[in-house]
């Protein structure tokens, strides 16, 4: 999904894909000032944006976990959000009939949690 809108945005907006699989997991003992480089570079991404996107797939009724610990990362430590006031763009994929709605929620939720503003429906 996100390659298919980056390629469609090509000619009116720059739309850079930052991979989360190479994330530790979330450990707030190992969070602040020497947070690893990985992290670091994730809060800058999204500090140096106009903009967020994030696309899920729907696991077990909520978004995937590596996504959730992307945004455990992104917006900790508490009160220091990269996301806070960021505008971002939800969107999931599920082959179930509801389109992956729960995901999405789980992911507005978290966002809102962050500091995000959320586009309400």
Not at 49 to 72: A, F, R
Not at 88 to 98: D, E, G, I, K
Request: aromatic share 4%; net charge negative; with cysteine.
């Amino acid at each position: 999904m996100l390659r298919g809108l980056q390629d469609a945005l090509t000619s009116r907006a720059a739309l850079n894909i930052f991979p989360l699989h190479g994330m530790p997991l979330y450990n707030e003992d190992d969070d602040a000032e020497h947070a690893p480089e990985s992290v670091r570079a994730l809060r800058s991404a999204i500090e140096t944006s106009d903009g967020v996107i994030m696309i899920s797939p729907e696991y077990n009724h909520g978004m995937s976990g590596v996504l959730k610990n992307g945004l455990d990362w992104a917006s900790r430590p508490y009160g220091r959000s990269a996301l806070r006031g960021k505008p971002v763009l939800t969107m999931t994929a599920s082959p179930a009939f509801t389109g992956g709605v729960r995901a999405q929620q789980q992911m507005n939720e978290t966002l809102v949690s962050s500091c995000a503003p959320v586009p309400q429906p």
